[in-house]
C-alpha cells in the first residue's frame, strides 16, 4: 500500500522540495531562533530571572504587549469596516483608498514614526488641537499605540477583504427575507464567517505590532518605565556589550509571542468549528 499518492506537478518530485523546504527553514528560522536560545544559557537560572524580572524590563514588557494588544484589537474593529466598506460600495475613489491601504507596507518605519512624530507633537498639526484639551500623544505611550495601530491595520484588511468578498449577499437577502433584523443577520450570518480571518487578522497585527521598532522610537519619548519599548531596551543592552542580557529578553519575547499565537490558533480552531 502506498502511503504517498503521485501526482504530476510542475515543481520537482516530493523529496526534492521536502528537503529544500527543511533547509530554507533551517537556515532562515530555525537556526537564528536555536542560537538566541544557545547564547542565553550563557546566563544560570538566577542571572536570567534578575534579569528579565528586573523593573525597567518589566515596564517595558506592559508597554509593548499592552499597546500590541490594544493595537491589534482597534485594528480588527476598524479593519474589518474598511474592509467591508472597500468590498460592498462603490464610490469615487474607491481605488485609491484601496492603495492607500497598503500605505504603510511600502512606507519606510523611520519615515513613519517621523510623520507621526510631527503631526502629533504638541506644535504639529493634529497636536495643537489635542494639546488644549490635555491630550497627548506625542512621546507618551498613546503615541505608542497610535504608531502599531498605523503599521498593523493592512494586516487586518488584506486577510477579511477576500472573505467579505466571498460571502453571498443572497445569504443576507435569505435571512432578511426569512424576518431577521441587521443585528441578526450580522451576529449568525456573517459573523460567523468572518471571524476566523478576524482572528488571523489580530494575530498579524499584534505580532507586528509587537517587533515594531522604527516607526515607534521617534514617537514614544522612550521615557524609562514610561514609554520605553522591549525591542528599544534590548538595543540598549547591545550597546552596553551586554549580549547575554538582550538575549534573554529576546527570548522571553519569543516566547510570549509563541504562547499568543498558539492561543490564537486554538482559537481560530473553534471558530471554524463555529461557522461550520
Known sequence: MKLFKHHNNVLPGFGITLGFTIFYLSVIVLIPLSALVFRTTGLTWSEFVSTVTA???LASYKVTFGSAMIAAVINSIFGVLVAWVLV?????????????VDLPFALPTAVAGITLATIYSPNGWVGRFLEPHGIKVAFTPLGIVLAMTFIGLPFVV????PVIEEIEVELEEAASCL??????????????VLLPSILTGFALSFARAVGEYGSIIFIAGNMPMISEITPLLIITKLEQFDYKGATAIACVMLLTSFLMLLVINLLQKWSRRYAD
Open 158 to 161: 488584506r486577510t477579511v477583504q
Open 55 to 57: 523593573p525597567r524590563v
Open 179 to 192: 424576518g431577521a433584523n441587521r443585528w441578526q443577520t450580522l451576529q449568525r450570518v456573517v459573523f460567523p
Open 88 to 100: 460592498r460600495y462603490r464610490f469615487p475613489g474607491r481605488r485609491i483608498v484601496d492603495a492607500l
